[in-house]
């Protein structure tokens, strides 16, 4: 479900760069965003917690909620950037190209991570 999740955020912006001037487009595709990102942001606390150690939970996650917020900086700056200087249509391409390196980080054996 966890793979299925990022691959549903592949897909969203894909649909965002091809139907991002109609309305009701735009309202199916928020719909599948975050019905992806949803479960994503109530997913990933929990399977950190799961894979951390006693001894270091509290760290992982203090970890995980500092990415968190750094990741969402980083995310509309870099978007802001590439939308004034590309327009809007090259950050959806942008975020499906994240997400599409999320999914393939996804397949590799989690001893490799």
């Known amino acids: 479900i966890f793979k299925g999740a990022v691959l549903i955020l592949v897909f969203s912006q894909i649909g965002f760069y091809f139907w991002h001037d109609s309305i009701m487009a735009l309202a199916v595709?928020?719909?599948?965003?975050?019905?992806g990102f949803n479960y994503l942001e109530a997913s990933l606390p929990s399977l950190i917690s799961k894979l951390a150690t006693n001894n270091t939970k509290?760290?992982?996650?203090?970890?995980?909620?500092?990415s968190q917020f750094i990741g969402t900086f980083t995310g509309g700056l870099i978007g802001g950037i590439i939308h004034e200087h590309f327009g809007?249509?090259?950050?959806?391409?942008?975020?499906g190209i994240m997400a599409l390196v999320w999914f393939m980080v996804t397949?590799?054996?989690?001893n490799q991570i």
């Open 58 to 66: 509290g760290t992982a996650l203090g970890v995980y909620a500092s």
């Open 107 to 110: 397949l590799l054996p989690t």
């Open 29 to 35: 595709m928020l719909l599948v965003f975050f019905t």
């Open 88 to 95: 809007l249509p090259m950050v959806f391409i942008f975020g």
